[in-house]
């Protein structure tokens, strides 16, 4: 289930189940959104991006699908595996990737064998 | 791909001494590096923009003083932490545009400062 912490969402999932991570984006300016995965200790790492034209995008294992109505994003991950146990953050972007990143709160997806 | 590399991983230092954290693009030149801090549980804000051979650009309510950012090659950034104070205890990561779209950003691996 997903429980609200002090700062960061969890949500914990058993190993082979889907896993959705939802986050809400600011600024209806932005065009290109991305999802990155934090592993403790180090630096994001790219999963999968989407541009404001589209609607949905699959990745290997991973789906995004944005909503630009309600400026939602969300990722989802098929068949969770305990190697996917990390923070997520999605990104918003204007101008197509060449202003700065603004990064979401994150969500914390713990994967049990 | 294209790889940000960032030194140190881990530093301690004492309150009111300064640190040197270097963030080197590896295989590409970057014209510009950012610099973020992250506290536990929270997500990354974004500090400063570096952007090469001038002054970097900072966000609002970042102490430009305090926060020392150097961007003389296209290859390296480096932040400053000048008189640090335990409230500077954080997780620092710097990334760089590597170009347009999917691989627009590379990240560093972070540097954990504690601030005794």
């Known amino acids: 289930g997903e429980s609200v912490g002090l700062h960061l969402p969890t949500l914990s999932v058993q190993e082979g189940d889907n896993s959705i991570i939802n986050c809400a984006y600011s600024?209806?300016?932005?065009?290109?959104f991305i999802w990155y995965k934090q592993e403790s200790g180090k630096g994001p790492q790219f999963i999968i991006d989407?541009?404001?034209?589209?609607d949905k995008r699959q990745g290997q294992r991973v789906t995004v699908l944005l909503n630009k109505t309600v400026k939602h994003l969300s990722l989802q991950i098929a068949a969770t595996q305990p190697g996917d146990s990390a923070v997520y953050f999605c990104?918003?972007?204007?101008?197509?990737?060449?202003?700065?990143?603004?990064f979401g709160k994150g969500t914390m997806l713990l994967v049990s064998p | 791909g294209a790889v940000v590399s960032q030194h140190p991983s881990r530093v301690i230092c004492k309150s009111g001494t300064s640190v040197k954290i270097e963030c080197r693009s590896l295989d590409f030149q970057a014209t510009t590096m950012f610099w973020y801090r992250q506290f536990p549980k929270q997500s990354l804000m974004l500090m400063a923009t570096s952007n090469e051979g001038s002054k970097a650009t900072y966000e609002q309510g970042v102490e430009k003083d305090k926060f020392l950012i150097n961007h003389a090659s296209l290859t390296l950034s480096t932040l400053t932490v000048t008189s640090a104070h335990p409230e500077d205890s954080s997780f620092y990561i710097c990334?760089?545009?590597?170009?347009?779209?999917?691989?627009?950003?590379?990240f560093g691996s972070g540097t954990r400062l504690t601030v005794v």
């Open positions: 990334s760089a545009r590597t170009g347009q779209g999917a691989y627009g950003y590379t």
């Open positions: 989407i541009r404001s034209n589209m």
């Open positions: 600024n209806s300016a932005s065009d290109y």
């Open positions: 990104a918003e972007n204007m101008n197509s990737g060449y202003s700065t990143l603004t």
